[in-house]
């Protein structure tokens, strides 16, 4: 643990309110494997001339130029920390509003059980709940879709009691009734994780396989047209020549095609992960982004009584929730990706920057304090009339949604959907 005193809710307020510029943590990660231990940063579509599939760049870190890759990217960040919002929400911990689309008693498609707006890529903006129904009204049409469809930064009531994580990790209702003049917050809370001190590397493959499959042809059985065959005589034909079996990004007719066959020893050099000085995590809570939300009325359309301690205890409330956003996910650990495991060398560590610089004061949180603080700002949120209904929205999705992932599974089954790409 840390020396550093806990946040709390009177100096949270305070920082809010306009004694801190911003809230920042900066965290050193090692590899799981150690110092030096090879990393592999996610890879972007790039021309094949290009040297690498990394988003490599050269950055100003504590006074000199380093070559930095990217490892984590912001949107990826804040998709970490919503599902870790999640997670406490589902256990009971974390209580805040969420809208929910339940797939649960659709049958075959119950395996997508519950989709929240903070697993939707638009989060409550997303056409998952767009084209999903509140009772039997679609959810646009309904009181709460209508309500934040009008929202905008100075008028933001019905977003915050709708969804409140979209005014922290922001949104853009650009496929709404409004088009691209919907509604439109900015982020409030950023997080990158980079690599500084970077070195490409090689990444190497290779397969036996073990019933000793050779280069022979393959081609498309005459009978199932996602199906191959090697028989020539059971192939089907175009002007009288047998069709070679084909899918996205493997060699025509070869066994490789269809997973057979040796792969000869390769090296990938664009690729090939990475080795580094060290990876660091910058997250920062943008108190001013907080701030230009207004809220002209109390949740429900009631009126204030006092609209300035409203607003001031509303934008606390969803600095509470951004930080435990940081909090819960930093405890789920950094499993970026396979090959990608990080591990913190100290413990997390939150600076609120002074307005007109100067020394930041410091404090922890850990999940459980961030949950409790969490409770204390929105209870006194609550006391303003700005308070949350913790229970979910729950919409079911509409027939014709139903339908189009049906036909899509089926299409995806058939193969339909790898030959059309």
Excluded at 123 to 137: F, P, Y
Excluded at 303 to 325: H, Y
Aim: glycine fraction near 10%.
């Amino acid at each position: 643990m840390s020396d550093h005193p806990t946040l709390t809710l009177a100096v949270l307020q305070a920082a809010v309110a306009g004694g801190a510029a911003a809230i920042r943590a900066v965290s050193i990660l090692q590899p799981a494997g150690g110092p030096g231990d090879k990393v592999f940063p996610p890879t972007y579509a790039t021309d094949d001339r290009e040297p690498t599939k990394y988003a490599l760049e050269e950055r100003q870190i504590n006074g000199s130029v380093e070559k930095t890759v990217l490892l984590d990217s912001v949107a990826s960040q804040a998709n970490r920390m919503e599902e870790a919002l999640e997670e406490g929400w589902r256990e009971g911990k974390l209580r805040f509003p969420v809208v929910l689309v339940d797939f649960s008693p659709e049958g075959d498609l119950a395996d997508l059980g519950e989709i929240t707006a903070l697993r939707a890529p638009h989060r409550i903006a997303d056409a998952l709940l767009r084209d999903s129904l509140l009772g039997d009204v679609p959810f646009r049409a309904s009181d709460i879709g209508r309500s934040f469809t009008d929202a905008r930064v100075s008028h933001a009531t019905a977003m915050y009691s709708a969804c409140p994580t979209a005014l922290v990790f922001g949104v853009w209702d650009s496929t709404g009734p409004k088009g691209g003049l919907g509604a439109k917050f900015q982020r409030a809370l950023v997080s990158e994780i980079i690599g500084v001190g970077v070195s490409t590397g090689v990444k190497t493959a290779s397969r036996i396989d073990p019933a000793g499959i050779e280069i022979v042809p393959v081609y498309v059985d005459k009978d199932k047209a996602d199906d191959w065959t090697a028989d020539e005589k059971q192939a089907r034909k175009d002007k009288g020549a047998a069709v070679l079996f084909e899918r996205k990004g493997e060699g025509k007719g070869k066994p490789s095609t269809i997973n057979h066959g040796n792969i000869a020893p390769s090296i990938d050099k664009r690729a090939g992960g990475v080795t580094m000085a060290y990876a660091q995590q910058t997250t920062v809570l943008s108190l001013p982004a907080l701030r230009k939300l207004r809220f002209a009325a109390g949740v429900g359309g009631a009126p204030l009584v006092d609209r300035p301690a409203a607003e001031q205890s509303a934008r606390v409330a969803l600095a509470a929730l951004g930080l435990a956003a940081v909090a819960w996910s930093r405890d789920n650990g950094y499993g970026l990706r396979s090959r990608a495991d990080l591990v913190p060398t100290g413990p997390l560590v939150l600076e609120l920057l002074p307005r007109d610089g100067g020394e930041p004061a410091r404090y922890q949180l850990d999940p459980e304090g961030a949950a409790a603080l969490l409770d204390a700002a929105a209870g006194a949120a609550a006391a303003q009339g700005m308070g949350w209904e913790t229970a979910p929205v729950r919409l079911r999705p509409a027939p014709k949604l139903v339908h189009l992932i049906r036909q899509s599974r089926a299409k995806a089954a058939k193969g339909e959907a790898e030959k059309e790409a």
